[in-house]
Structure formats: structure tokens, C-alpha cells
DNA sequence: ATGAGCTAGCTTTTT
DNA sequence: GCTAGCTCAT
């Protein structure tokens, strides 16, 4: 009974995993060590074995991506068994989902719309502004994220507890006490609000609380060690009645402690939960053992963890390969040669990453790609969601959706231009405060009224009319929203503005715009598309053709390489300066996950480099090894002294640094590069 | 209402 | 050294 087919698949631990359902349960699972093959088969296994309907199952995760690939994976064992996993998603997915529902006792209306980034910072910059605060003095983003720091930690402004040892903080209250008001007014949550509106909702209204803690029987949590204090007691509030919470996660790769989450909700597992049964997966089925033998030797430097040692069966495989340069160019030359000598034959390039500690550094490598013709992707980056252009596009689809959108409002009023400026948009700002309508409605009792500037408002009346008929077009002609977005973009004069201006920008620009109407036919509607983007940040990347993949670390999680490059590891770069600054102790140790994360993500070889001068920040910097470097174990690592200067051994290995000119005018990316100029 | 000119800041960024 | 974001002048 209990062998079905998706248990064969398991070792012995995943098995337990899986099979122990009830009761708290914490899986502490190393890298590579199967945790999304337990997680779906736990859930296949619930509701094959175990007779529990799909919507009685919590699935939690961070990312899209990862709710996206539990989903169809479970689909692929389960087959139509799957249909109503109803709560598998990410956190503000899921808690949205659960707003929506039960908006009215968090004050909001049902249809309320998810701001981003963007428009909070405007939201900020606007209260500063009527509240005489001089944004100089406290940034928005440092505004912003106090605020975030407080909704995570669960507190509406009331609840703030000030810290008195930050001078900010009592300058930042009264904007948040505003800023809150003013979400609840323009019917917007942040994504703070999602969850902190949702454990508000559950905490104060039993009957709504009891619904949903009947309902969840089971709770499975992907990435817990990534869980901040509010979303931790989300879980605990919808597991207090049934209790049987199951737990993923890996202290070992908590990278976002800088984003609020806590490795306390990991380690204090047990203690939450009477009887946590905790499982270890130490068994890796990624790396080679040089590879894990590194990354090991280097996180067991770290003192606070739960401690594991990972296993594998694999072959000891290549040494892990420490490469010293002169520079940062010589860095992306030499990587890039390796790349065309031997790997390029031998391996697809999709298999081959380079993970890097900030993102400006991708620039080196992609100058030198370029250069000899070496294809590339870079994963990260600015968000497609997060460009103008779509915001532009969006602004307008939400403002059609819903009139009281006064964010969308000022991002397109003017925008192509209509001669709408400052003075007019500060009438229209006074008039809707003062009869609090909406910024449109205020725009039509101005054009009435007959109060602006006649250029003002001929751009205006016609923008008006636009919004008006497309609005039209949706509900009463039932347009499609693709369609909505072509003819708004035609009449509106958005494409236009964009092929009048020929550069290669804006060509881009439609080019982006172009794959939004082809992401938007995923959507049945209107309505579930706006849901979708607020919540997403990415569209699926294109994985097609073969491709060197550049990101950071950060980005790099729940990601494995063939080949993994990991370049740039110099003190200040690598552990990061900043991070020792802000964090000391803490945030070295968090530096040292990200190395072990780095480091894991490699299947076959590893490559770890380091250079001795470097173009940053306008200046020639000296720059020496990271410390991480000395915490290689030896034994598995190769060194590559190509020199017979042995005379410091002792302190540490010193490197040829006199590359030849030649040998990097000789590599074969250089020759197919001349070849090329013919 | 657009552009020149100046200044500040420069890590990561699952949603 | 680069660039985003702001101010001030046109």
C-alpha cells in the first residue's frame, strides 16, 4: 500500500519525510539533497494514501518559480488527481488569495489593487512632501524599509515599538500612520499588507479563523529558514488546530536575512512545537564529493547552525580550481579561455554558470563575451515587470480596471505627453483632497468646472474620453484584454512616441512590449492577468539556444550548473564590505552561506578565482584574497601557480602575474573574434 | 517642458 | 567612473 510508485524514488530519509505525516515535522535538507522530491511526493502521498482532498493542503513557497515547479510536478504523479491544489502558492499569493476573500475586515474592498516598489516610493514621496519632510535628510527608501522592517514584524502603526536608539524612527512613525491611511483610502496594499492584513484578519475574527484552521489539515513550508517573524506566525495560527506542519528548509542557506528573514523560526522549531520530529537529508545528489568536500570544510567555519555532514555517492570528480589574476579583465579573459579550451567541447553552455557577488560585476565578463562571441544570458536584473515601458502598459490597463487607481492615474495622465504638467496635476491633487474623489474624477469636475489652462485642458478631456471609451470597450464591447492593450496603446499614442524616437532603447522597448501581449494570452481576463503581474516579477526566462548564464549568488539558490565559475572572491567584494559593516559576526556568517550556496550549485567542477587589482568605483584598487580562500581545505583544491616564485609560501601562494600578452591575443575566441572582423 | 548641469551614492532584492 | 535624480534655466 504505502510502496507506491513515487516512494520507490526515495532513500530511506526522503522516505520518512514523506510517510510521517502528522505531527510538526522539521526536514533539514542540505543542498542537492532532493527537498522538492519530498515536498511533492509528501503531497501525492497525502492525497493518494492518505485520502486528503487537495484543498485541505497548505503548500507554501518564496518564489513563483518554485510554486510553479511543485505544482506540475506533482501533476506529473498525481495526473487529474492533482486538480484543486487550490493552495499551493507563494505567500502573497496565497495571502491575497485569502484577502480578497475577507477584504472588508481589513477595511479594504475586494478588488483592491497590489502596489510594487515604485509606487510606494511615489506614495512616500508625496506624504513627505504635504508633511514638510525633507526627503534629503531621510531617503524614501530608508523610509520604506523601516516601514517594511515594522510590518514584518507585525506591527500596524499603532503597534510600533520605536527603538530609541534610532533617531529616525520617531521621524518615520508619523509617515507610516499616514501612509497607512492613504493605502486604505486608495483601496492598494503593499506587499507588507498581504501578510500582515492576513494574520490581522485571522487573529481578530474567530470565524474566519476557525474556516481556515479546520480546513488546513496539512501545511508544507518550502525555504522555512527564509520565513520572517510575521509569516512564521501566519503558519502558526492556520497549523494551532490540526498541527501537522511540515518544515523545509536549510539554516545553511539563509541569504535573506537582510530581506527580515530569521533563522530563529528554524532553530526554534522544536521549541515552537512539542515534539518536532526533525529529519535530516544529508544525502546529495548533485556535486561530486571534491566539491562537497569544500563547500563543507567552508560552512563548518560558521557557529551558528544546526550542523549536518552531506554525503554522496558520486565520484571524487575534478579538484576544485583556484585561480589568482592580475585584474579584473584578465579575470573574464582567462575564465572566458577556459570556457572555449576545454569546457565549451565538452559541456552545453546552459550548463555553465558564473555566479557572481553584486551584479555590476556580470559587466566584465559580458564585454569579454561579447568581444569573442561567446553567448550569454543574464538571469536577474531588472525585473521585467519592473520596466518602464510595462509599467506604463499596466498603469493603463489599471486605471481602465479600476477608476479609483490614483497611481496608475499619475503614471499615464501625461505620459506620452499632453501637456499635462505640475500646475495642472497640483489642481487636480488639491480637488480630490478636498472632495476626497478620485484624481480622475477630480480631472472631470475640473474640465467642467472649466478651471485649467486650455491647453491643460485639451490634453486632459482627451485622455479622459480615451479612458472612458476603453473602458467601454472592456465592458460592454468585451474586448479581450489583449486587445485592450493594442488599441490603447495605438490610440493613446504610447507606440507612436516610442517608433518616432529610433534607437536601439526603444526598439527594445517594443520588443518588451510585444512579449507582454504574448505573456497576457496565459490570462483568461483582465482581472486575473492584474493579479498576476503585481505578484510576479519575471517572466519565464528564454532558455532557448545555448547560453552562459550570469547571475548572482543570491539568484543562483535552488539553481545547479555542470560548471560553476565563481569569480571576484577579494576582501570588501567577497565577503562584501558592507555586510561586515552592518553586521559583523552575522553578516559574515551570512556571507559565508552565500559562498556555500555558490559553491553547491556545482555538479561537476567548480572554479573559484580571485584578482589582484580591481576597476571599482572609478579607482584602481590593491585587492587581496577573501578570507573565504583561506578557509579552502587544500586537499581538495588546485592551485594554479603558474609561477616558481616560492619564496612566500608560507604566506599564503603567490601567482604568476605575468601573463603574456600572446596567450590571451592566441585564445580561440580571439582568433574566431579576428576571423569575424574579416 | 525639455535639457544641461550638478550631486550623491554605489550589495544582495524570493514578493 | 557612472548614472539616476534633482534643480534651474530656456
Redesign the pocket.
Known amino acids: 500500500m504505502i510502496n507506491s510508485d513515487y516512494l520507490k524514488k526515495l532513500n530511506s530519509a526522503q522516505k520518512e519525510a514523506v510517510i510521517n505525516t502528522d505531527g510538526p515535522i522539521l526536514v533539514v535538507a542540505g543542498a542537492g539533497s532532493g527537498k522538492t522530491r519530498v515536498l511533492t511526493s509528501k503531497i501525492a502521498h497525502l492525497i493518494k494514501n492518505k485520502k486528503v482532498f487537495p484543498n485541505q493542503i497548505l503548500s507554501v513557497t518564496?518564489?513563483?518559480?518554485a510554486a510553479k515547479e511543485m505544482h506540475s510536478r506533482v501533476s506529473l504523479m498525481l495526473k487529474s488527481e492533482a486538480v484543486g491544489l487550490t493552495w499551493l502558492g507563494?505567500f502573497?499569493?496565497i495571502c491575497a488569495k485569502l484577502l480578497r476573500k475577507h477584504a472588508k475586515a481589513a477595511g479594504l474592498n475586494s478588488n483592491f489593487t497590489i502596489i510594487d516598489?515604485d509606487d510606494q516610493s511615489r506614495l512616500i514621496?508625496n506624504i513627505c512632501k504635504s508633511e514638510n519632510i525633507d526627503s534629503k535628510k531621510i531617503?524614501p527608501k530608508f523610509i520604506l524599509s523601516t516601514i517594511d522592517k515594522w510590518k514584518n514584524n507585525g506591527w500596524y502603526p499603532k503597534e510600533v515599538k520605536i527603538n530609541r536608539k534610532d533617531i529616525f524612527e520617531k521621524i518615520i512613525l508619523p509617515i507610516y500612520e499616514v501612509y497607512q491611511k492613504k493605502l486604505l483610502d486608495l483601496n492598494v496594499c503593499d506587499?507588507g499588507d498581504l501578510i500582515l492584513h492576513s494574520v490581522n484578519i485571522l487573529e481578530k475574527n474567530k470565524d474566519i479563523r476557525e474556516i481556515y484552521i479546520n480546513n488546513f489539515k496539512y501545511i508544507l513550508v518550502d525555504?522555512y529558514q527564509?520565513t520572517n517573524f510575521i509569516q512564521s506566525k501566519w503558519l502558526n495560527i492556520l497549523a494551532s488546530k490540526h498541527k501537522n506542519i511540515c518544515c523545509v528548509g536549510d539554516d545553511d542557506q539563509s541569504?535573506?536575512s537582510?530581506?527580515?528573514?530569521e533563522i530563529k523560526n528554524f532553530l526554534d522549531f522544536d521549541k515552537i512545537y512539542e515534539n518536532t520530529k526533525i529529519i535530516r537529508l544529508e544525502e546529495n545528489y548533485r556535486s561530486t564529493q571534491n566539491i562537497l568536500s569544500v563547500a563543507s570544510n567552508l560552512i563548518s567555519k560558521n557557529e551558528n547552525r544546526v550542523g549536518k555532514t552531506l554525503r554522496t555517492n558520486s565520484i571524487d570528480g575534478e579538484l576544485v580550481k583556484l585561480n589568482c589574476y592580475r585584474n579584473g579583465k584578465d579575470e573574464a579573459i582567462g575564465l572566458s579561455d577556459e570556457i572555449e579550451k576545454s569546457i565549451k567541447t565538452r559541456y552545453s553552455l546552459n550548463n555553465v554558470a558564473i555566479l557572481v557577488?553584486?551584479?555590476?560585476q556580470t559587466r566584465e565578463f559580458e564585454e569579454r563575451f561579447l568581444k569573442i562571441g561567446l553567448p550569454y544570458r543574464i538571469i536577474?536584473g531588472t525585473?521585467f515587470y519592473e520596466r518602464a515601458e510595462i509599467k506604463d502598459c499596466i498603469g493603463y490597463l489599471r486605471l481602465i480596471y479600476q477608476e479609483k487607481d490614483d497611481l496608475a492615474f499619475e503614471r499615464i495622465v501625461n505620459n506620452p505627453?499632453r501637456?499635462?504638467?505640475?500646475t495642472t496635476m497640483k489642481q487636480i491633487h488639491e480637488y480630490s483632497k478636498k472632495n476626497s474623489t478620485s484624481l480622475y474624477e477630480a480631472s472631470h469636475k475640473l474640465i467642467e468646472n472649466n478651471k485649467l489652462k486650455p491647453k491643460a485642458k485639451i490634453g486632459l478631456s482627451s485622455f479622459l474620453n480615451f479612458v472612458k471609451k476603453w473602458r467601454a470597450d472592456l465592458s460592454i464591447k468585451k474586448i479581450n484584454h489583449i486587445k485592450l492593450l493594442q488599441i490603447i496603446l495605438d490610440e493613446s499614442g504610447y507606440s507612436m512616441m516610442l517608433k518616432n524616437k529610433k534607437d536601439l532603447e526603444n526598439e527594445n522597448r517594443l520588443e518588451n512590449i510585444k512579449e507582454l501581449l504574448s505573456a497576457m494570452k496565459e490570462f483568461d481576463n483582465l482581472e486575473s492577468f492584474l493579479e498576476h503581474v503585481s505578484?510576479?516579477?519575471?517572466i519565464d526566462q528564454d532558455w532557448d539556444g545555448q547560453k552562459i548564464n550570469l547571475?548572482?549568488m543570491?539568484?543562483s539558490?535552488g539553481l545547479e550548473f555542470d560548471i560553476v565559475f565563481l569569480p571576484g572572491w577579494e576582501e570588501g567584494l567577497f565577503p562584501?564590505q558592507?555586510?561586515l559593516e552592518?553586521k559583523g559576526e552575522k553578516?559574515l556568517e551570512e556571507e559565508r552561506r552565500l559562498a556555500y550556496v555558490g559553491i553547491t550549485r556545482a555538479k561537476k567542477i567548480a572554479y573559484i578565482s580571485f584578482s589582484m587589482n580591481r576597476f571599482y568605483?572609478?579607482?584602481w584598487i590593491d585587492s587581496i584574497a577573501s578570507r573565504f580562500i583561506e578557509e579552502l581545505p587544500e586537499k581538495f583544491i588546485e592551485k594554479n601557480i603558474v609561477s616558481e616564485d616560492n619564496e612566500n609560501q608560507d604566506s599564503d601562494f603567490e601567482f604568476n602575474q605575468d601573463f603574456e600578452i600572446e596567450e590571451s591575443t592566441r585564445s580561440p575566441g580571439w582568433i574566431r573574434y579576428q576571423k569575424r572582423l574579416k
Open positions: 518564496f518564489t513563483n518559480k507563494t502573497h499569493s516598489y514621496k531617503s506587499f525555504e527564509d541569504i535573506y537582510w530581506r527580515g528573514a557577488r553584486a551584479i555590476f536577474g525585473k505627453k501637456s499635462i504638467g505640475d505578484l510576479a516579477t519575471s547571475m548572482t543570491h539568484a539558490k562584501h558592507k555586510s552592518e553578516g568605483q572609478g579607482d
